[in-house]
């Protein structure tokens, strides 16, 4: 088997506008909302790495024994944003952008094919700094019908 080559580091610096994202680093468990039944609530790992000398942040995302998932974050300089992509072992798919810590919330807002739906869906993430190595991320889904923005998921997270 032929070895992987080993790139040259660049004398670019990484951009200094991801360290906004320096809080997805390591390994976090996020405990979602108990659902009303009284069912187990759901339980989402995170696990965040800079990569390509550290110009992107890959943030892998797993429900145990449902599916998994990657969010590549990148700055856009051109734009003036976070720009990210989402891909998950599902198929669903999608890019969606952040115009990065605004009163306290990062929001990402994008578009997204959702296998699981059978269709297209604006999805909005909002995280929220609790504290060191403690954050929450509230999903929204956008109503077809109304444009109005539903809650999805609440999740707790905390580094591991």
């Given at each position: 088997?032929?070895?992987?080559p080993?790139?040259?580091?660049?004398?670019?610096?990484?951009?200094?506008q991801?360290?906004?994202?320096?809080?997805?680093?390591?390994?976090?468990?996020?405990?979602?909302?108990?659902?009303?039944?009284?069912?187990?609530?759901?339980?989402?790992?995170?696990?965040?790495?800079p990569?390509?000398?550290?110009?992107?942040?890959?943030?892998d995302?797993?429900?145990p024994?449902?599916?998994?998932?990657?969010?590549?974050?990148?700055?856009n300089?051109?734009?003036?944003?976070?720009?990210?992509?989402?891909?998950?072992?599902?198929?669903?798919?999608?890019?969606?952008?952040?115009?990065?810590?605004?009163?306290g919330?990062?929001?990402?807002?994008?578009?997204?094919?959702?296998?699981?739906?059978?269709?297209?869906?604006t999805?909005?993430?909002?995280?929220?700094?609790v504290?060191?190595?403690?954050?929450?991320?509230?999903?929204f889904?956008?109503?077809?019908?109304?444009?109005?923005?539903?809650?999805?998921?609440v999740?707790?997270?905390?580094?591991?």
């Amino acid at each position: 088997m032929p070895e992987t080559p080993v790139l040259p580091p660049t004398d670019v610096p990484p951009p200094e506008q991801l360290r906004a994202l320096d809080f997805l680093l390591g390994h976090t468990r996020c405990v979602g909302e108990t659902p009303a039944d009284g069912s187990a609530p759901t339980v989402m790992h995170m696990y965040g790495e800079p990569t390509l000398g550290g110009h992107y942040l890959n943030v892998d995302v797993a429900w145990p024994g449902t599916m998994s998932g990657r969010w590549i974050f990148g700055w856009n300089p051109l734009d003036g944003l976070i720009n990210i992509y989402y891909v998950a072992d599902s198929g669903t798919q999608g890019t969606a952008a952040s115009a990065g810590w605004q009163n306290g919330e990062l929001t990402v807002t994008g578009s997204y094919s959702v296998v699981e739906v059978g269709g297209r869906r604006t999805v909005r993430d909002v995280f929220r700094l609790v504290d060191d190595g403690h954050f929450t991320i509230t999903s929204f889904v956008r109503s077809p019908d109304d444009d109005r923005w539903v809650p999805l998921d609440v999740y707790d997270c905390r580094r591991v």
